[in-house]
């Protein structure tokens, strides 16, 4: 011992401040049993063995094997010694980089929990967890009054899950002669819904079971049973403290002795390769937890006596049952035991379940979880679309007005832009019947599509006009001739407003195009709410609403410059500036309410609705009817707005008349 610590401070000196690096990978959250033994682990290394002289790094729920070569290859280019996959899953993946590593010629050793293939520095686990799940299946037999047991796994296909559900019900039959498991797989390792769906079926089918026993990665199974006033068994971490006494013991995994092993083997120079550790209560990897207080004290005497058996004697392993004969095929040492060379072979599948101590049951299978969204025929959805077509007809009719109505105040604010105006309010309009429906992605990509291009149409118009009123009476003091502008410089710039705008939208559709997902929502218990979702949403919605935000900051700034020209007919900074306001604070507290509290689809709707034609059917208000009044009352008066005069300038101007013309 006093050599390894002095083999880790010289260690410490010539390469870090860290005498041992390890990382390790979980395919889950560490609250969930499996992964929460493996912290346990890690922390006996970091807290108990090497304390500040070790870096223990981890991630969580690391399944993507993009996710699994970019944290491996940084740990072996920042020369850890050891990588622990703490899974099967990483096997393929881990397998490959070692391999590459070694030719490298790095040092960093490489090592997967219940894993199958070895290398030069690669080693894997195998567990002998069949060992405490027939103590668990023993207990259980003890406790039972009516011989019947509840098992639920996870996947069907994992051998050393196999091995332990066929241990487990034969020891719950050498406890309780004539005792029966019944089993049932959910072939996932976590759904608490079809969990306890499966729980309950087992106990319509077998509604004498007093037993229930996992091996899955929750406790739905143990909180079911204790709600059903009935006795469970657990796995991988002490359940007892998360349901209660009502769970008679569990079976956990204890990886701070295995850890200790893999990097003292790594940092010692004694690695062996190709090495494959088997762990087992002998070796202390595997371990009953504390009982239960309602276990009595006579069935834990029993218990504590198997075990120390278990432990010190080879005839009496979790394989050595009396009927072990009539249970497998498999052939028995001269201890009458199925040893564990052949439990691979023999006892790791459903084919292998004795048949008259085990039945496997069809798998319980889910109604269809319905799915929700907004449909076309509810009654806000209705509403809305009848607003959106009001608001379209009236663009129509204000078309019409336009194209036929001799009017100089229409004259005078750009009749082109005005219908574009118009036209781009109509677009905004059609967003509105792209919300509703059974969500598409081709269908979502489109609404942005729509909303952007409205957008660009109606306030770059609105931009580009006012600019040129404002660029018009800025110059006619400075020239003699007032300034020309082209129209199709005009329409140009609103071009390249368009063409700003697309390729925002060109780029978010190549790469990141939207897919429908069903997702869980609290206002909808029971269901699933189908939406469309972008990876990088938040980016692209970033990019797409700050361009927004430019329009209204150029707006604002053209509507404070062209407040002071004087003749009334040309002089739109207010309706420009009201409109710019009515965005920005409309715009602003919808697109809050939508990006920050989860709503129901019915409020989700009528806020972007709100948005669309609140923002469309006002805007075109705010620029239409001044001039349709001032229309109406010169009419009245039996005057043209032309004639009007400032209190300050004549009643006409070179600009004005120039303007007119254009």
Same mark, same amino acid.
């Given at each position: 011992?006093?050599?390894?610590?002095?083999?880790?401070?010289?260690?410490?000196?010539?390469?870090?401040?860290?005498?041992?690096?390890?990382?390790?990978?979980?395919?889950?959250?560490?609250?969930?049993?499996?992964?929460?033994?493996?912290?346990?682990?890690?922390?006996?290394?970091?807290?108990?063995?090497?304390?500040?002289?070790?870096? #223990? @790094?981890?991630?969580?729920?690391?399944?993507?094997? %993009? /996710?699994?070569?970019?944290?491996?290859? !940084?740990? &072996?280019?920042?020369?850890?010694?050891?990588?622990?996959?703490?899974?099967?899953?990483?096997?393929?993946?881990?397998?490959?980089?070692?391999?590459?590593?070694?030719?490298?010629?790095?040092?960093?050793?490489?090592?997967?929990?219940?894993?199958?293939?070895?290398?030069?520095?690669?080693?894997?686990?195998?567990?002998?967890?069949?060992?405490?799940?027939?103590?668990?299946?023993?207990?259980?037999?003890?406790?039972?009054?009516?011989?019947?047991?509840?098992?639920?796994?996870?996947?069907?296909?994992?051998?050393?899950?196999?091995?332990?559900?066929?241990?487990?019900?034969?020891?719950?039959?050498?406890?309780?002669?004539?005792?029966?498991?019944?089993?049932?797989?959910?072939?996932?390792?976590?759904?608490?819904?079809?969990?306890?769906?499966? #729980? @309950?079926?087992?106990?319509?089918?077998?509604?004498? %079971? /007093?037993?229930?026993?996992?091996?899955? !990665?929750? &406790?739905?199974?143990?909180?079911?049973?204790?709600?059903?006033?009935?006795?469970?068994?657990?796995?991988?971490?002490?359940?007892?403290?998360?349901?209660?006494?009502?769970?008679?013991?569990?079976?956990?995994?204890?990886?701070?002795?295995?850890?200790?092993?893999?990097?003292?083997?790594?940092?010692?120079?004694?690695?062996?390769?190709?090495?494959?550790?088997?762990?087992?209560?002998?070796?202390?990897?595997?371990?009953?937890?504390?009982?239960?207080?309602?276990?009595?004290?006579?069935?834990?005497?029993?218990?504590?006596?198997?075990?120390?058996?278990?432990?010190?004697?080879?005839?009496?392993?979790?394989?050595?049952?009396?009927?072990?004969?009539?249970?497998?095929?498999?052939?028995?040492?001269?201890?009458?035991?199925?040893?564990?060379?052949?439990?691979?072979?023999?006892?790791?599948?459903?084919?292998?379940?004795?048949?008259?101590?085990?039945?496997?049951?069809?798998?319980?299978?889910?109604?269809?979880?319905?799915?929700?969204?907004?449909?076309?025929?509810?009654?806000?959805?209705?509403?809305?679309?009848?607003?959106?077509?009001?608001?379209?007809?009236?663009?129509?009719?204000?078309?019409?007005?336009?194209?036929?109505?001799?009017?100089?105040?229409?004259?005078?604010?750009?009749?082109?832009?005005?219908?574009?105006?118009?036209?781009?309010?109509?677009?905004?309009?059609?967003?509105?019947?792209?919300?509703?429906?059974?969500?598409?992605?081709?269908?979502?990509?489109?609404?942005?599509?729509?909303?952007?291009?409205?957008?660009?149409?109606?306030?770059?118009?609105?931009?580009?006009?006012?600019?040129?009123?404002?660029?018009?009476?800025?110059?006619?003091?400075?020239?003699?001739?007032?300034?020309?502008?082209?129209?199709?410089?005009?329409?140009?710039?609103?071009?390249?407003?368009?063409?700003?705008?697309?390729?925002?939208?060109?780029?978010?559709?190549?790469?990141?195009?939207?897919?429908?997902?069903?997702?869980?929502?609290?206002?909808?218990?029971?269901?699933?709410?189908?939406?469309?979702?972008?990876?990088?949403?938040?980016?692209?919605?970033?990019?797409?609403?700050?361009?927004?935000?430019?329009?209204?900051?150029?707006?604002?700034?053209?509507?404070?410059?062209?407040?002071?020209?004087?003749?009334?007919?040309?002089?739109?900074?207010?309706?420009?500036?009201?409109?710019?306001?009515?965005?920005?604070?409309?715009?602003?507290?919808?697109?809050?309410?939508?990006?920050?509290?989860?709503?129901?689809?019915?409020?989700?709707?009528?806020?972007?609705?709100?948005?669309?034609?609140?923002?469309?059917?006002?805007?075109?208000?705010?620029?239409?009817?001044?001039?349709?009044?001032?229309?109406?009352?010169?009419?009245?008066?039996?005057?043209?707005?032309?004639?009007?005069?400032?209190?300050?300038?004549?009643?006409?101007?070179?600009?004005?008349?120039?303007?007119?013309?254009?």
């Amino acid at each position: 011992m006093l050599g390894l610590l002095f083999f880790l401070s010289f260690v410490s000196l010539a390469r870090s401040e860290y005498a041992v690096r390890i990382g390790l990978l979980y395919n889950g959250e560490i609250a969930d049993g499996w992964n929460y033994a493996v912290e346990l682990g890690r922390a006996h290394l970091q807290d108990d063995v090497y304390v500040a002289d070790i870096l #223990a @790094e981890y991630h969580e729920s690391v399944l993507n094997e %993009t /996710d699994m070569d970019r944290i491996i290859s !940084d740990w &072996v280019d920042r020369d850890f010694d050891v990588v622990i996959g703490t899974s099967w899953e990483y096997q393929t993946t881990i397998t490959r980089i070692a391999a590459e590593t070694l030719k490298e010629g790095k040092n960093t050793k490489f090592a997967v929990l219940t894993g199958w293939e070895t290398g030069p520095n690669l080693m894997v686990t195998v567990s002998k967890l069949y060992q405490v799940k027939y103590l668990l299946g023993y207990l259980g037999g003890l406790m039972s009054k009516s011989g019947k047991q509840c098992y639920i796994g996870a996947v069907r296909d994992d051998p050393s899950l196999m091995a332990g559900a066929i241990a487990q019900a034969i020891g719950f039959a050498d406890a309780h002669p004539g005792g029966h498991t019944a089993m049932y797989f959910i072939n996932m390792w976590t759904n608490d819904t079809l969990e306890r769906a499966t #729980a @309950e079926q087992c106990l319509i089918d077998n509604p004498d %079971t /007093d037993i229930f026993t996992t091996h899955t !990665d929750s &406790v739905v199974t143990q909180l079911f049973a204790r709600e059903k006033g009935l006795y469970s068994t657990g796995i991988s971490s002490d359940m007892r403290f998360r349901v209660g006494e009502s769970v008679l013991s569990s079976g956990i995994f204890k990886w701070g002795p295995v850890f200790e092993e893999i990097v003292n083997m790594a940092l010692t120079n004694t690695w062996i390769e190709n090495f494959t550790s088997v762990i087992g209560m002998q070796e202390g990897g595997v371990a009953l937890t504390t009982l239960s207080n309602f276990v009595p004290q006579e069935v834990a005497e029993k218990i504590y006596e198997r075990r120390d058996l278990m432990l010190t004697d080879p005839a009496y392993d979790a394989f050595c049952s009396p009927q072990m004969s009539l249970y497998t095929a498999a052939p028995l040492n001269e201890y009458n035991c199925v040893s564990h060379e052949f439990v691979p072979e023999y006892i790791s599948s459903v084919d292998h379940v004795p048949a008259g101590i085990a039945t496997v049951y069809p798998d319980v299978e889910l109604p269809a979880t319905p799915v929700v969204w907004l449909s076309y025929d509810s009654g806000i959805a209705i509403a809305f679309m009848i607003i959106a077509a009001f608001g379209m007809v009236i663009c129509i009719v204000l078309i019409g007005l336009i194209m036929t109505w001799k009017n100089n105040y229409f004259k005078a604010s750009s009749r082109d832009f005005l219908v574009v105006i118009l036209v781009g309010t109509i677009i905004s309009q059609i967003a509105v019947f792209l919300i509703p429906g059974e969500p598409e992605a081709f269908q979502c990509q489109a609404f942005m599509w729509v909303t952007g291009t409205a957008f660009v149409i109606v306030y770059g118009s609105i931009l580009i006009k006012s600019f040129r009123i404002w660029f018009i009476f800025n110059k006619v003091d400075q020239l003699r001739t007032p300034p020309h502008i082209p129209r199709y410089a005009l329409f140009l710039v609103l071009f390249s407003m368009l063409l700003a705008i697309y390729i925002i939208l060109i780029v978010w559709t190549a790469v990141d195009f939207p897919e429908v997902v069903l997702t869980e929502n609290v206002l909808y218990p029971g269901s699933l709410v189908a939406s469309c979702h972008w990876v990088h949403y938040e980016a692209w919605m970033g990019a797409f609403l700050g361009f927004m935000g430019l329009f209204v900051v150029v707006g604002s700034v053209i509507s404070w410059m062209s407040r002071k020209i004087n003749i009334e007919l040309y002089n739109e900074s207010k309706e420009l500036g009201l409109m710019m306001y009515n965005l920005l604070v409309v715009g602003t507290i919808l697109v809050s309410l939508l990006q920050t509290i989860e709503l129901g689809l019915e409020a989700q709707f009528a806020l972007q609705a709100v948005l669309l034609t609140w923002i469309g059917i006002s805007g075109i208000a705010i620029l239409f009817v001044p001039k349709i009044y001032g229309k109406i009352r010169d009419e009245k008066k039996g005057t043209d707005r032309s004639s009007s005069t400032s209190s300050k300038k004549p009643t006409t101007s070179p600009a004005s008349s120039k303007i007119s013309s254009q």
